[in-house]
């Protein structure tokens, strides 16, 4: 009996977890939320000033971002578009990767699904770990994407930051460097807090933008575990009856 009921839980805690997903990265965790339409709206806000001018995000269209944000037509066109696209448009820009290439030594990606590809963690990591250092070609380095072609785009809302380092030679006579710790030089328009709730909804839109119909899935998950849930009792109570004559 008791065994049965071990059985019973663990293949619930195992649907759970199964249905909870997950990634590891190290680093600070994103902690988006994918639910909060304010989010969402403010990471779309944030994209489209801050971004779009490199990235595109040939995969979406304005029109279907402004339905699953909840947004009229008008309230997309007046506060979130800011090129002449039509709203019908695919979420493009005007760059060609032959123009990124020459501008930039590497050509912006499209956005859509990086959130897929990197995880909401690295990209979170990412966006905050900028920091100030005159040998690279941009004048920026990255903790996170180390000698990143992408300036800090979000500067003035972070500030500038160097970062310490030490560096130390082993007996073989090879260098090591480690982190020591950011030092700000110049406070950004953000706080500190500010800056990363700012970057979390950004990374929280990217997110969505990966797979839109996440927003669907979600509300569709509780539903799904209740049924799991009610499914596996009654076929443990299945399984106690057929076995009582069984010895
Ligand atoms: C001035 C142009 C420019 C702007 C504006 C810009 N980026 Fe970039 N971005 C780049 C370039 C160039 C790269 C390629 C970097 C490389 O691979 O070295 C890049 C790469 C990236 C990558 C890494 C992709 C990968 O996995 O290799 C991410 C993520 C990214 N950008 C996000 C953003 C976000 C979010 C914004 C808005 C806050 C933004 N970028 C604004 C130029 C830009």
Redesign the pocket.
Known sequence: MKKNILILLSLLASSWVMAAGGGSYIGEKAHTNIRSVDSLRSGAK??MN??????SMNFQRYNRVAEDLGLTEDEMMESLVLTDAKFTDKMEIAMTSAQ?DK???????D?TV?AK??GVDW?YN??INYYVDPTTPSGWNNLT?E?????H??WELQGLRKADFEVTTDEEGNKHKEFIGFETIQPGSMSEQEYKDTVRD??NF?DYSSEPAQLIRMSYAPWVLLFVSVFTLLAYLLKVNYFRDVH
């Open positions: 944030t994209f801050y971004c779009m001018g490199c990235h990124g501008w930039f030594g590497k050509a912006p990606p956005l990086i590809a990197r990209l990412f966006l994407f000698n990143a072609s992408m300036p785009i979000l950004l990374v990217l």
